[in-house]
């Protein structure tokens, strides 16, 4: 397979390496840093509905599904976008919880009363969203060694095109199907995440397996650990990606 994935990618090399990241890079945490939250004082946070529910604005311009069902993290993905994004409950002003990114930005607000406020580029300043039904959880979906082949193969075409130059990927040489889809995803993030850093200069993007989820830059590679037991919260996000590509830990998500 071109630009290094095949054979020599789940080779022997390929896991010694993956395993020497896990191991050289225990404590990285740029991107999984929580935001502080002076405000966050020790409250009563507003029940939600436990589960996942579709929502959706009035106008139905702005449709997602929320995910309550790994605790207090929610999971919200929206209508159009492929990513997951993991979000963090605060308290706010009158008892309302608060869901953050991990760079702080709020994308969602249950108020004290049940309703939900939506938060997007198209609306700085929230919209009111209703529920429309019960859906299936979001979980990273398992994957076949053939079927992520495959995924790779589009994934480092769409890379090189996107950047403009070869991008290669290296990945642990052995893993379970659900470790295989939370690795594939990670990818899918970076690929995403470099496409939005101008005139990043990443050739090679290694992602190992760790016990929590980490990411490092050295000089032109990407060195991104994945916790797949923690599911889509085991993994950095585009912007957190983007951010550390850029120079920056924290930074406004797009």
């Not at 994308?107 to 406020?117: A, D, E, M, P, Y």
């Amino acid at each position: 397979m071109s630009q290094g994935f095949g054979p020599s990618l789940y080779g022997r090399g390929a896991a010694v390496v993956a395993a020497a990241v896990t191991l050289a890079f225990p404590g990285l945490v740029h991107a999984q840093q929580q935001p502080q939250q002076p405000n966050a004082a020790p409250q009563r946070l507003v029940p939600v509905t436990v589960g996942a529910n579709r929502y959706a604005t009035p106008d139905g311009a702005v449709r997602f599904v929320l995910d309550r069902s790994g605790g207090r993290a929610a999971l919200v993905q929206f209508e159009g976008d492929p990513e997951v994004h993991v979000l963090r409950p605060t308290m706010g002003a009158g008892g309302d919880e608060i869901f953050q990114t991990e760079n702080g930005d709020v994308r969602l607000r249950v108020t004290s009363h049940g309703g939900i406020i939506v938060y997007t580029r198209a609306l700085r300043t929230g919209a009111a969203a209703s529920e429309e039904g019960r859906v299936a959880p979001l979980t990273p979906e398992e994957l076949a060694f053939a079927e992520m082949q495959t995924r790779f193969r589009a994934l480092q075409n769409r890379a090189r095109r996107s950047i403009g130059q070869p991008v290669l990927f290296t990945v642990p040489a052995q893993m379970s199907p659900l470790a295989a889809g939370v690795v594939t995803d990670a990818a899918e993030r970076a690929a995403e995440g470099l496409s939005e850093a101008p005139m990043t200069n990443v050739r090679h993007v290694i992602i190992a397996i760790g016990r929590v989820p980490a990411l490092a830059l050295r000089g032109d590679t990407l060195i991104i650990q994945v916790a797949p037991q923690l599911g889509y919260a085991g993994r950095p996000s585009s912007s957190a990606i983007r951010n550390v590509v850029m120079g920056e830990v924290q930074g406004p998500e797009q």
